[in-house]
């Protein structure tokens, strides 16, 4: 059975630090593209962060470039998004997504989500 389970939001003060984490268990997370996505209220889903199979390519939307760092350990198929200098418009649900790669190609995977809010 596949699983992604988000962890690690929560509340937090404009220009704090929060660290999420995605356990996966299921499918072969090695051959797998893994992203964050979020969603802040009343707007569609968008792209945050993406990391390469084997960790070595990373990518980001503009807006969080600098800010956040996505990374991953394979042997513990888990990935992990550090966010830094934390803003109210960072403010949403924060989703974990994984994308077959090669053989896997065409399997895509979400979790539930974890909220994130900015506010003083």
């Known amino acids: 059975q596949v699983q992604l389970v988000e962890s690690g939001g929560g509340l937090v003060q404009p220009g704090g630090s929060l660290r999420l984490s995605c356990a996966a268990s299921?499918?072969?997370?090695?051959?797998?593209?893994m992203s964050w996505y979020r969603q802040a209220s009343g707007k569609e889903r968008e792209f945050a962060a993406t990391i390469a199979p084997a960790g070595g390519f990373t990518n980001y939307v503009n807006s969080v470039k600098g800010r956040f760092t996505i990374s991953r350990d394979n042997a513990k198929k888990t990935v992990y998004l550090q966010m830094n200098n934390l803003k109210p418009e960072d403010t949403a649900v924060y989703y974990c997504?994984?994308?077959?790669?090669?053989?896997?190609?065409?399997?895509?995977?979400w979790g539930n989500g974890t909220l994130v809010t900015v506010s003083s």
């Open positions: 299921g499918f072969t997370f090695s051959s797998y593209a």
């Open positions: 997504n994984a994308r077959g790669m090669g053989y896997y190609s065409g399997t895509d995977y």
